[in-house]
């Protein structure tokens, strides 16, 4: 924080200096050129994103889940209450923070996973938990490596909001199984439709 505002101070000590000793036509066209850079960087990594996704090729993820809760699984009481049995009752506010690119109708939200519905069928599944591990056994801290042994080497490695992240698309069936990396090792992992 006090480094931030140092940063600040600078800066704003140089933009001072900056406008004394140049005159306005060019650090108005330096201004432009600026956002235009941003602008153009901001597409190039959008696009790259997009045609990454188009070029990848499928994988499946059929009966993709974790555990016993799988994408697309009809949510009933009964299974409500097998959760809350397992990995105990839904909490109002969790220790996670939850990033989806989906939109769901209802979320039920445990101690170190989140699960959202849509049209009463699991749409999306986050977990931190140790004990929950995808159909091929990828869970809290395995590695990378292990991860591709699993799943393949058709996946996008990239750099998000989110952190490091390695993705597999099943195209026929829209899923889309994300794992954010830490040190190496799963962090976290996301199941959603797409």
Do not use: C
């Not at 506010?93 to 699991?122: A, P």
């Not at 996946?155 to 994300?178: A, M």
């Amino acid at each position: 924080m006090i480094l931030t505002v140092l940063v600040l101070i600078l800066l704003l000590i140089l933009g001072n200096l900056l406008f004394k000793l140049i005159p306005w036509k060019y650090i108005t066209a330096l201004f432009g050129i600026i956002v235009l850079l941003l602008i153009g960087f901001f597409l190039v990594e959008r696009t790259s994103i997009l045609v990454k996704n188009r070029l990848l090729e499928s994988t499946s993820l059929k009966n993709e889940g974790m555990n016993e809760i799988m994408i697309d699984k009809q949510v009933t009481p009964e299974l409500l209450v097998d959760l809350k049995s397992k990995y105990g009752s839904t909490v109002k506010h969790t220790d996670i923070v939850v990033i989806l690119s989906v939109e769901n109708d209802r979320n039920y939200q445990f101690k170190k996973f989140y699960i959202g519905t849509k049209n009463n069928k699991i749409n999306s599944i986050f977990s931190e938990d140790p004990n929950l591990k995808t159909n091929k056994g990828i869970g809290k801290g395995d590695d990378i490596s292990t991860i591709i042994d699993k799943y393949g080497n058709n996946y996008i490695h990239s750099f998000e909001e989110i952190g490091e992240t390695i993705t597999y698309l099943d195209k026929e069936r829209n899923v889309k199984l994300t794992f954010i990396i830490y040190k190496e090792k799963v962090l976290q992992t996301i199941i959603t439709k797409y």
